[in-house]
């Protein structure tokens, strides 16, 4: 019937445009949804108005038949007395140059929604679903049983059964449609700042929690050395290396943490070739006194003339967090072998075997996850996931090798760099 084609024309137009509405209110205009919330509803109940009002049926051009209701309620029932107010004008003026006695019928409605929906407005929006269901059902069933009751008492128009039912079938079935699509939209946008907000939140510790993980590890080297200064049969030769390489360490924690304090904003130290053997020489020698603290012999075997390129205080933090996990792993004692060669391919090939506790397919599986830690509750996590991001910002990679009580072999593989 062509009623029943207008009537879901005017409905999926609705539907379309308050589903899209809350789309285009992002980005650049996003700020001037948030502080004129108003004058977009306005601006939406008017598009609707008017298109409904535009393709709108009548069999004798003095009554029309179309869907204005629904973005005149919800407009005034979400957006409260300012927007209702206009709402009525709007429709008024809308539907005056299209002339007829239904001119005096509309304006009567009109006011009389006008007035309910200012009144129920403020207690609307503080309903559950399945109230605000109930109330704009019955708010569309009281005004269509008086506009029609007007209608044909009033300005003596005859009611058709027919046009009637459907006509107050779709009105309520696209009213509850749209006011059910306004609160999933609506706690969709909550969800979705709720979640940003976790993340941020989330953000923050786990930048809280890497901090504390990356800062342990100099203050760890430091401690051993502040200990072995204890020995008063230490030559001063060694005690004043010992005073310095501690300073040193105090002096990359320092690092770090400005380095945290710049997230907003990364700085990043110009690349340069780095010395494979000096650098892991240089890793070995801080990490000696902690290694003694848990009986683990450290050997190695290191190929002269091989160089990468990247950063060297992040490829020291590199391999000290995999050196620093390996000997964690041996709580009771073991070796440390760190080997280096270049391989067939032209790659640099960095060894780093201990005879640790080892590891399982499926830990190994989630190495590099924050807050994943085989150190249960002593680890965060974080310092794999640092490994792995520098490896990867210098254009390397990192396999894992673990037997579970025979040992890990960690097996790091860096594009060959020309010494210049």
């Known amino acids: 019937m062509p009623l029943f084609k207008e009537l879901l024309f005017n409905l999926l137009f609705i539907l379309i445009t308050t589903s899209a509405f809350p789309f285009l209110m992002k980005g650049q205009f996003q700020k001037f949804a948030k502080k004129y919330r108003n004058f977009g509803i306005v601006a939406l109940v008017s598009v609707q108005v008017i298109f409904c009002i535009s393709f709108s049926y009548s069999d004798n051009n003095e009554i029309f038949y179309d869907l204005r209701l629904i973005p005149v309620l919800l407009g005034g029932l979400y957006g409260g007395m300012p927007v209702s107010i206009l709402a ?37 929006r503080l309903m559950n679903l399945p109230r605000k269901l109930g109330t704009v059902a019955a708010l569309t ?9 007007m209608q044909a008492l009033v300005f003596g128009q005859t009611l058709k059964i027919i046009n009637s039912g459907i006509y107050i079938l779709t009105l309520l079935i696209g009213i509850l449609i749209s006011t059910y699509l306004l609160e999933m939209i609506q706690q969709n946008t909550f969800l979705q700042n709720a979640v940003m907000k976790s993340e941020k939140i989330e953000v923050v510790s786990h930048l809280a929690a890497s901090v504390s993980h990356e800062v342990r590890n100099p203050l760890t080297v430091t401690r051993g050395f502040l200990q072995m200064l204890k020995d008063p049969s230490i030559p001063e030769e060694k005690r004043q290396f010992y005073l310095d390489t501690a300073i040193d360490e105090l002096d990359r924690a320092e690092v770090i943490i400005k380095e945290y304090l710049r997230f907003s904003k990364p700085h990043h130290d110009l690349a340069s070739n780095l010395t494979v053997k000096y650098e892991i020489e240089k890793a070995l020698e801080l990490l000696q006194p902690y290694a003694n603290h848990f009986s683990v012999k450290v050997k190695h075997q290191l190929e002269d003339g091989l160089y990468v390129n990247g950063e060297a205080s992040k490829f020291q933090q590199c391999l000290l967090n995999i050196m620093k996990n390996c000997i964690e792993a041996m709580p009771n004692g073991g070796e440390l072998l760190i080997e280096s060669h270049r391989s067939s391919e032209d790659k640099v090939i960095i060894l780093i075997k201990d005879t640790g506790i080892g590891m399982s397919a499926r830990e190994i599986a ?13 680890g965060t996590g974080l310092g794999m996931m640092v490994v792995f991001n520098i490896l990867n910002e210098m254009g390397g990679s990192l396999d894992i090798s673990s037997r579970v009580q025979r040992g890990t072999v960690f097996s790091l593989t860096l594009p060959l760099s020309k010494n210049s």
Request: net charge positive; charged share 15%.
């Open 141 to 149: 069933l009281f005004n269509t049983l008086v506009t029609f009751f």
């Open 366 to 378: 989630k190495l590099g996850e924050p807050y994943y830690s085989t150190k249960k509750e002593k």
């Open 88 to 124: 009525f004008f709007l429709v008024v003026l809308v539907r005056i140059p299209f002339g007829g006695t239904g001119i005096w019928l509309t304006f009567a409605y009109m006011f009389l929604i006008t007035i309910i929906v200012s009144i129920v407005s403020r207690h609307f």
